[in-house]
Structures are given as structure tokens and as C-alpha cells.
């Protein structure tokens, strides 16, 4: 078998969403014995400051610091690649690539380049107001020629408290506010949603969202399954596709 990438999961940020990554990577990763899996190893450090909080100005806690730090970490335990389930952290994502010599998959680059490869032309993005705030998801669709399209300040408000004061909570969210954001962006031209926070992969686990949703986390998943040179299975058959061929360009390159 030939020898494959050691995964280092940059987690806790939060917990329950990092925790249904390394489910869906032991899931959806095709394998008939342990030793088919692939070898993982995951920092959940929950205390690293709110990532929200500091973009927003809120805090003046920089979590960029602690993220390095355990970045850090993980490439001197083994990791040769390392995914942050964690759409808001990959503001800091430069100052966290400068703390470590191995790649770092970038989720909303991955997210943007499947929504090209199925080639859309506009896309909603619902996601914490950080992300939303730091015009990430905007730049990138923009510079593949996607119009990027989000919800208003009254419906960011029922997305924020669907991630903070439901899902991380553990509590059970208002499924109807959320559907009826959703509908709005559908109803404005978007032709599908990118969930751009991993705690909304979590609704769309349990409350079992339709295909409108392109789920961030689902293709950070497969493109580290691939890049770790294990063989997907089970994600919807547009994104096992294009993870498939994008790992072929990248082992041809």
C-alpha cells in the first residue's frame, strides 16, 4: 500500500463541529479493515479566543496565536497536512500557513473551486458574521467570476443565533427561520447555498437539508481524504466527482 499523508486536525473551534469532521472522515473514507483509514491527529484546543469576536472588534483576544501554536504542534507530532473545519479561523489563515512548512487545505478555496467545477454563476453564503464580515467568501467567488450573494442584517441576525445560541450550544434550532433565510437567497437567483460555518454542517446533518446546500465541511472531508490518498465514498456524487478529479490534476502536477 503505498504510504500515505498524516492528517492534522486543527479543532475545537468549536468542538462538535470538529468532532462530526473526524466522523465524516471515518465514514465516508472507503476502507474494509482499521489499517485502510487514515492517520489522523487532532488538536481541540476550545479555549483559543472567538474568532467572530475578534474580527468583529468585540474582543481584543487574538486567537491567531494559539492556533499557530497548535498548528505547530501537530506538524512536530507527524502531521503532513492539516484541515481547520473552521470557516471564520481562515481569516487568520496566512499567519497560520506561516507557522508550519506543511499545506494547509483551505476550506472556503476548496468550497469556491466545487461551485465553479459545477458552474454556477450565483451562490448565497450563510455563515457567521466574521466570515461574512472579512469578505472571504465574497473575494474568492468574485475572482471565479460567481456572484456572491448573503442575507440581510435581520436575517444574519437569526444565522447567528442559530450557530451560537443553538447548535453550540446544543440545543435544538429554529429549522422554519432558518429555511425561510434560505428561501430568500434562493428567491434573489441563488442557485445553491454554500453552508460557510461547520456548525451549520450540523443542521444539515440532523434537520437533512436538500441538495440547494453545498456544505463546506462535506468538501473539505473529501479533499483531504484524497489528499491523503485514501479513496472517498457516500458524499453526494457531484462532489465525489469533482474531489476525485481534482486529486488526479493534483497527483499529475
Not at 91 to 107: E, H, K, L, S
Not at 149 to 163: A, H, K, L, P, R
Amino acid at each position: 500500500m503505498e504510504k500515505r499523508k498524516v492528517l492534522g486536525i486543527l479543532g475545537g473551534l468549536g468542538p462538535m463541529s470538529s468532532v462530526y469532521f473526524y466522523e465524516m472522515l471515518t465514514s465516508h473514507t472507503r476502507a474494509e479493515c482499521d489499517q485502510e483509514h487514515i492517520n489522523i491527529l487532532i488538536s481541540s484546543r476550545a479555549d483559543t479566543p472567538d474568532r467572530t469576536d475578534f474580527i468583529t472588534g468585540r474582543s481584543s483576544a487574538n486567537p491567531l496565536p494559539t492556533m499557530a501554536d497548535e498548528v505547530d504542534k501537530l506538524t512536530h507530532v507527524g502531521a503532513q497536512l492539516i484541515a481547520i473545519p473552521c470557516n471564520t479561523a481562515h481569516y487568520f489563515y496566512d499567519g497560520i500557513a506561516r507557522a508550519t512548512q506543511v499545506p494547509i487545505i483551505n476550506i472556503i478555496e476548496e468550497t469556491v473551486s466545487f461551485c465553479k467545477y459545477l458552474g454556477l454563476r450565483r451562490v448565497g453564503v450563510l455563515a457567521t458574521e466574521g466570515t461574512v464580515m472579512s469578505g472571504a467568501y465574497r473575494a474568492v467567488l468574485e475572482r471565479e467570476e460567481i456572484e456572491y450573494m448573503t442575507c440581510s442584517g435581520e436575517d444574519q441576525g437569526v444565522v447567528s443565533d442559530i450557530i451560537y445560541g443553538a447548535v453550540k450550544q446544543g440545543k435544538e434550532p429554529d429549522l422554519d427561520k432558518f429555511l425561510a433565510v434560505a428561501d430568500t437567497l434562493t428567491a434573489h437567483g441563488c442557485e445553491r447555498i454554500i453552508l460557510g460555518c461547520t456548525e451549520l454542517s450540523l443542521l444539515k446533518r440532523n434537520c437533512r437539508l436538500g441538495i440547494r446546500f453545498i456544505d463546506s465541511l462535506e468538501v473539505l472531508a473529501a479533499r483531504a481524504i484524497a489528499e491523503c490518498g485514501a479513496d472517498a465514498c457516500g458524499f453526494d456524487s457531484e462532489l465525489m466527482k469533482f474531489s476525485k478529479e481534482k486529486g488526479m490534476v493534483n497527483k499529475c502536477c
